[in-house]
């Protein structure tokens, strides 16, 4: 039997979020007898939440690489480079798989100088609008058309964000495919039957009309829309309760906006949370109104629990939600169609219904963990092997 293809998978932190669910679900489930797998990462932040513990259940210890986060910071990120580079050189890697734009970066600069032989980086999403100012793009797409040199292959988690690198010009043709997330679902599919117990919890009567948004509390998620949403919806239902799940640096920020446009109780800030199926099983909508998104993991987690959706038409959104039969998409930044959307649903339980069984139907197997294993098993196989007879740059 041949020896083990060595994988090493470079993701800046493991924070709340599919690209951590996606690394570590990779790294665990490759089969051992033809991988050998280590995971490099980062720390996160204080107020960013850890998936350190799904890794530990899953069996994966990562490797702390010094320095590597999600600041930008020329002595931290120097050193992340250097540490990566002596990794390498000693692990001798027959592939290096990047994730996230951080990672990305030093982690395919220090392959490249470690000769290593086939270099991979999945674009969970992108950072070319959205985030930071028009010249700080320029310099971010320049980096990322450089990298594209001595990228091997491209992957990315939709096929949006797979037609956005072509038009920004990131890459040779057919260098890029799209790789979707793989998740474990298990939970979700029978999330049904936890019904109830998240309106017992909070005190609700069954009947209450539940609209919530499961995702960080960052500026990219537009949770002010979310809650101008709230508002509007509330003057028409008037008994509907509205759940912020997750954390983040905007909490503070978020709960006086709630506080300013008069919602009181009627919004729960409930922070981040593991049981997630419960959630999802007493949620009526779910809604994401972000102006940026790759394959956003709440709204693949919500179908797979059967509920129907509301979200923005943005990145790879509509790849995932088909408009008028998993859900409903409406534009970014307008809090009042996303209020009639989700006042149309909450007034037509069976279509409803209908929308979460066509998303559970979407959802799963497409987005499971076993095809994502399978589709990378094959993918590093070709790419190891293409590599084999050719000299390195």
């Known amino acids: 039997m041949s020896a083990p293809i060595r994988v090493a998978r470079v993701i800046a932190r493991l924070n709340i979020g599919g690209p951590a669910q996606h690394v570590v679900n990779l790294t665990a489930g490759l089969p ?27 069996g994966v210890t990562p490797v702390m690489v010094p ?17 990566l580079f002596r990794y390498f050189r000693r692990f001798q890697p027959h592939l290096v798989h990047t994730h996230t734009a951080k990672a990305g970066t030093v ?32 310099v971010f797409l320049g980096i990322e058309r450089a990298l ?8 990315t988690v939709s096929q949006s964000v797979h037609d956005e690198l072509r038009r920004y010009r990131i890459g040779r043709p057919g260098q890029a495919a799209v790789l979707p997330l793989g998740l474990d679902l298990a939970r979700f599919l029978e999330a049904e039957r936890r019904r109830g117990e998240l309106r017992a919890e909070l005190g609700l009567a069954p009947a209450t009309p539940l609209v919530g948004i499961v995702a960080r509390l960052v500026p990219i998620k537009r949770h002010e829309d979310f809650l101008e949403s709230a508002r509007l919806v509330s003057a028409r239902v008037p ?28 919004v729960r800030f409930l922070g981040w949370r593991r049981d997630l199926d419960r ?26 629990a059967a509920r129907a959706v509301v979200a923005t038409r943005v990145g790879g959104v509509p790849d995932l939600v088909e408009d008028g039969m998993t859900g409903l998409l409406v534009p970014p930044a307008n809090p009042v169609i996303a209020a009639d959307a989700i006042v149309a649903l909450l007034a037509e339980p069976e279509r409803r219904a209908a929308m979460g069984a066509a998303g559970r139907k979407r959802a799963s197997p497409a987005f499971s963990v076993e095809r994502l294993v399978s589709d990378v098993d094959r993918l590093y196989t ?8 050719r000299s390195r740059r």
């Not at 594209?148 to 992957?155: E, N």
């Not at 007493?282 to 179908?303: K, Q, R, T, W, Y």
């Not at 790419?383 to 084999?388: G, H, P, R």
Request: glycine content about 8%; aromatic content about 6%.
């Open 32 to 58: 051992r007898d033809r991988f050998e797998s280590v995971l490099l990462t980062g720390r996160e932040s204080a107020t960013e939440g850890s998936m350190a513990d799904l890794a530990a259940a899953a």
């Open 67 to 83: 320095g590597l986060g999600r600041a930008l910071s020329p002595r931290n990120d120097l050193a992340s480079l250097i540490f």
């Open 107 to 138: 982690g395919r600069i220090a392959a490249w100088m470690a000769r290593v032989p086939v270099i991979v980086h999945t674009y969970h999403g992108h950072v070319f609008h959205g985030y930071f100012s028009p010249a700080a793009t320029r």
């Open 148 to 155: 594209a040199r001595v990228t091997d292959r491209l992957l």
């Open 239 to 266: 008994g509907c309760v509205f759940l912020v799940v997750g954390d983040g640096e905007r909490r503070n920020e978020l709960e006086a906006i709630a506080r300013a446009r008069g919602l009181g109780e009627r």
């Open 279 to 304: 959630i999802y099983a007493d949620l009526d909508v779910v809604a994401l109104m972000s102006a940026n998104e790759g394959s956003p993991v709440s709204l693949i987690e919500a179908m797979a």
């Open 382 to 389: 070709e790419l190891v092997a293409a590599a084999a007879p």
